[in-house]
């Protein structure tokens, strides 16, 4: 099967940087994606790696080690309204589409 | 309408009923899928669709059905509700298996 595992609860202050980890166990790989969610609001996508490196986006980047079934998303120069969850999610080795999320992060993010 | 949209917002729902929860994109994208988020679980697949006419079970498949008779519309159906499929349940899209998803406003539903 497939597994994800990353901290259930972060919290950090405002204009700081934050490191949200995700680790993943599965015997197929497409990619590593981020959501992000609001107050139980619908997800929003954020990023996605297919290839070992970094992805840049505006304040958010996110990192993959294949090698090390590693990822993990930073999120720069805080802001209030980065108070969320983010879950960190695979692909399913069939490659139909379908993603298996882990069970999420809390960040929260203080004055 | 734009993007993805569910309905009910929310509902109550005795056990043993019959419940559809709806689901229409107007994105025209090919995959649709239904999650349900249950505290501390994360989001887990229900059912998929990769293009109309073709559907396929996720991770907690038992107890619901879907149908995909055409490219905007991707129901949800409970055939007969038990309290522990009182969840929260999101419906989503993307343009092709491999993109990313876009999630509609979810639908609370309970059961008693």
């Known amino acids: 099967g497939q597994s994800l595992e990353q901290p259930s609860e972060v919290t950090a202050v405002e204009g700081a940087i934050v490191q949200i980890n995700c680790t993943y166990q599965t015997s197929g790989f497409y990619g590593l994606s981020w959501y992000q969610q609001h107050d139980g609001g619908a997800p929003t996508f954020l990023s996605y790696?297919?290839?070992?490196g970094l992805e840049e986006t505006g304040r958010f980047s996110s990192f993959l080690s294949r090698s090390d079934s590693y990822g993990y998303l930073l999120l720069q120069e805080l802001q209030m309204k980065d108070s969320a969850s983010y879950f960190c999610a695979v692909r399913d080795r069939s490659n139909t589409g379908k993603l298996i999320f882990g069970q999420g992060t809390t960040l929260q993010v203080k004055p | 309408i734009a993007g993805i949209t569910q309905a009910p917002t929310s509902q109550i729902l005795a056990a043993g009923r019959r419940m559809t929860l709806r689901c229409t994109q107007d994105?025209?994208?090919?995959?649709m899928y239904w999650y349900r988020q249950d505290l501390g679980l994360g989001l887990r697949l229900i059912h998929y669709s990769n293009t109309a006419g073709t559907t396929g079970k996720g991770e907690v498949p038992d107890g619901y059905s879907v149908s995909r008779a055409n490219t905007d519309d991707f129901p949800l159906t409970l055939a007969s509700a038990v309290p522990s499929q009182t969840s929260v349940y999101f419906c989503?899209?993307?343009?092709?298996?491999?993109?990313?998803?876009?999630f509609g406003p979810g639908t609370r539903l309970t059961v008693l």
């Open positions: 790696n297919a290839l070992d």
């Open positions: 994105m025209r994208h090919n995959a």
């Open positions: 989503a899209s993307s343009p092709d298996r491999g993109s990313e998803q876009f």
